[in-house]
Structures are given as C-alpha cells and as structure tokens.
C-alpha cells in the first residue's frame, strides 16, 4: 500500500497523520511541502492549500485535511482502533480532537510556536513578549481544563490510546519545541499524561527528528 504525506514535519497536524500511520504499522513516505507559500501544483490536491495531504496511490486517492485523512485510514486499516466504539466514548473522542485541532493550534501555535521557532526560522528575531502574553493570559484556561479532563485517567477517553490523545498531544509538541511546557506544581495531571503521550514510540520517533533539525538549522545545543 503505497502511502506519501505531502506536508512539513514541524506541523502538528502533519504530525498527528504522522503519528496515526505509526500506531497502524502503516509504512508511508513523508514529501516535504513548504506552504509559504505553497507551489503551485499543491491547490491540485489541497483545495485550501494546507497541509498534511494523503496520496494513496492503491486506491487512487488525494485526501486533505488531518481528520479527514485519520478517519479515512481508521476504515483502510481498522486494527488497532484509534477511535473509540463506545458512542459516548467516540463522541468525547472527536470533542478532544477538534479542541486540538482549533482551540490549541490557535493560542500554541500563533502565540508560542510561530514567535518562537518560526521567526527564527525565516531569519527574525523571537517574539518573546507574545509567547510570554499568550502564556500568562490566554493557555491557563485551557491547561485548566486539561488538568480536570486528564485526572487519574491513562488516556483522555475510555481505556485506550486514541486519535483525542493524538490530537491533543500533537499540539504540546511544538509548545515544546517553543522552549515550554506546563507547569508541573499547577498541572501535575497533565505533565504526567503529556510525558505519558510523548514517550511512546509513535511521538518519541517524531520529536526526535524535530528536534534534530531544529537544533542544526536554529543552531542550538542539543
């Protein structure tokens, strides 16, 4: 089955494909793709010119957009389920996943990751005072909210690994990758779950090669 994501590793949506594919065992190719701005033959598979895009060259297929693309593999390779059966359990699982997807990646994303890695990234100095702005004003409530939803649980819905951790966790990556993360004394149930969600193999074999080519091309001490 041969499968190519078109897209940049530093994205957490690219990611959160990315680390789907990983916890299927489906093997894929990633096609680096720099949307700024993208090349012109890009709005022929990515109407809105956005990334991760899906090529799956057995069914013929280009399929954008992240969520689109975890469920379309969710029905090509059911085992193991990443989304819940429960009908509760499944609806809680899409809330987690479009919480990531647009309340996370808006505040981390423009207010910590883009100040912090991308400016340096296009030859800018960092924005420190928005990353400090957004932290200080506008995450708390959403860490706040983390922190009740995590409570003793191993995973945010039912018993398993499933696409509302991946879509979640994805977005704490590149908090990290900006120089921060939570506090442990203020949120100590989602440190541990974000520790949790990183380390497994899936995130860990991503973050790693971020990580790498960040500190090369930022030049920083690894």
């Not at 709005?43 to 379309?72: H, M, Q, T």
């Not at 699982?93 to 296009?122: C, Q």
Request: aromatic residues 12%; negative net charge; proline residues 8%.
């Amino acid at each position: 089955m041969g499968l190519i994501v078109y897209g940049a590793a530093l994205s957490p949506f690219v990611r959160k494909a990315r680390v789907f594919l990983a916890e299927k065992g489906l093997e894929y190719t990633l096609e680096n793709v720099n949307i700024f701005p993208p090349p012109d033959w890009f709005a022929e598979i990515s109407p809105l010119k956005r990334i991760p895009v899906l090529k799956d060259e057995e069914a013929d297929l280009f399929l954008a957009d992240s969520s689109a693309i975890c469920g379309y593999l969710e029905k090509k390779a059911p085992a193991p389920a990443l989304y819940p059966s429960d009908p509760a359990d499944y609806g809680r699982a899409l809330w987690f996943e479009e919480y990531g997807d647009s309340e996370l990646a808006g505040h981390i994303g423009m207010g910590t990751f883009r100040p912090m890695v991308v400016s340096p990234l296009m030859g800018k100095e960092p924005d420190t005072a928005t990353a400090k702005k957004t932290i200080e004003e506008k995450l708390p409530s959403y860490f706040q909210y983390l922190e009740a939803q995590v409570g003793s649980r191993e995973f945010l819905v039912g018993d398993g690994f499933s696409i509302a951790d991946i879509g979640i966790a994805t977005q704490f990556v590149n908090f990290a990758h900006a120089g921060f993360k939570p506090g442990a004394d203020a949120y100590p149930n989602l440190t541990d779950y974000l520790t949790r969600m990183h380390t497994r193999p899936s995130f860990a074999a991503c973050i790693a090669e971020e990580t790498a080519m960040l500190d090369k091309v930022l030049k920083r001490a690894g």
